[in-house]
Nanobody, 124 residues
């Protein structure tokens, strides 16, 4: 069982930066592939970034590649999403998720545990 709690969201102007954190409970955190997803009003939840359980592999949606960076600290049971050069279209609720798999997946259905989400709003 893994419980996830996101933090770090907020209101930022276009071009600004935020860092989201996702704190996980559970002793097996290091065995989970972790992902960040987002959901804007009226849209489906979409993959943003993922990181393998030892952090050796990362994967990004094309829309955030070069602007967002995912990382993890297994000693702190925490995964991060650094977001730079934010755009109004990045506005959404951001969720972290855990997948007891080896390969980073972009599919919502592959993830076993989800946090409650944190709101990110980017003003123009």
């Amino acid at each position: 069982q893994v419980q996830l709690v996101e933090s770090g969201g907020g209101l930022v102007q276009a071009g600004g930066s935020l860092r989201l954190s996702c704190a996980a409970s559970g002793r097996t955190f290091s065995r989970y592939t972790m992902g960040w997803f987002r959901q804007a009003p009226g849209k489906e939840r979409e993959f943003v970034a993922g990181i393998s359980w030892i952090g050796s592999s990362t994967y990004y949606a094309d829309s955030v590649k070069g602007r967002f960076t995912i990382s993890r600290d297994n000693a702190k049971n925490t995964v991060y999403l650094r977001m730079n050069s934010l755009k109004p279209e990045d506005t959404a609720v951001y969720y972290c998720a855990a997948d007891f798999g080896v390969v980073v997946s972009t599919l919502v259905s592959n993830y076993d545990y989800w946090g409650q989400g944190t709101q990110v709003t980017v003003s123009s």
